[in-house]
């Protein structure tokens, strides 16, 4: 069976995703880059929400939102 997954929580993610990874990671000069599907076989629930990131002092990096 299907769980639901927390639909308002990824729209806000796509509606803002640099507001967002600057909250999440509190890096103040984090950029959020392209929003990676869950088509991925790692990631295991629809709700999960990958966003490609770069910042000056720590690099590109990915951040895993797990709703």
């Known amino acids: 069976m299907t769980k639901a997954a927390d639909v308002s929580t990824k729209r806000s993610i796509t509606l803002a995703p640099d507001n967002w990874v600057k909250w999440v990671t509190q890096i103040p000069d984090v950029v959020a880059g392209e929003i990676l599907n869950s088509e991925f076989q790692w990631i295991s629930r629809e709700s999960d929400v ?18």
């Open 50 to 67: 990958f966003i490609h990131v770069e910042s000056q002092k720590y690099g590109k990096f990915l951040v895993l939102n797990e709703l």
